[in-house]
């Protein structure tokens, strides 16, 4: 079974950056598709990045493109979502997660496992 950690999130000032990492183990994830989710205070979880951690495309939420980039790194067994330009409206709790799957989803419920959560508050 897969653990999944996430670290990175913290309070920055809007425009800011940080970047949030998710360190797997457990067993190898070359058949998994990890994303990245967040929730704000009193809304559903939302889809913010995904890829296959094989490689290939990634995807992203329109209210992050070109802003946030998810990229993994296979010898530290690591996604990371790099994000960028941050505004108030991304504050939120966020979520790593993974899904043994051959296509990438969106929808939170396809998810597997996930790992705790970690605070980004963007001040204005």
């Known amino acids: 079974q897969v653990q999944l950690v996430e670290s990175g999130g913290g309070l920055v000032q809007a425009g800011g950056s940080l970047r949030l990492s998710c360190v797997a183990s457990?067993?190898?994830?070359?058949?998994?598709?990890m994303g990245w989710f967040r929730q704000a205070p009193g809304k559903e979880r939302a889809f913010v990045a995904a890829?296959?951690?094989?490689?290939?495309?990634?995807y992203y939420a329109d209210s992050v493109k070109g802003r946030f980039t998810i990229s993994r790194d296979n010898a530290k067994n690591t996604v990371y979502l790099q994000m960028n330009s941050l505004k108030p409206e991304d504050t939120a709790v966020y979520y790593c997660?993974?899904?043994?799957?051959?296509?990438?989803?969106?929808?939170?419920?396809?998810?597997?496992?996930w790992g705790q959560g970690t605070q980004v508050t963007v001040s204005s």
């Open positions: 457990g067993r190898s994830l070359s058949n998994y598709v």
């Open positions: 997660a993974a899904d043994r799957a051959n296509a990438v989803f969106t929808t939170p419920n396809l998810y597997d496992v």
């Open positions: 890829r296959k951690w094989s490689g290939g495309s990634t």
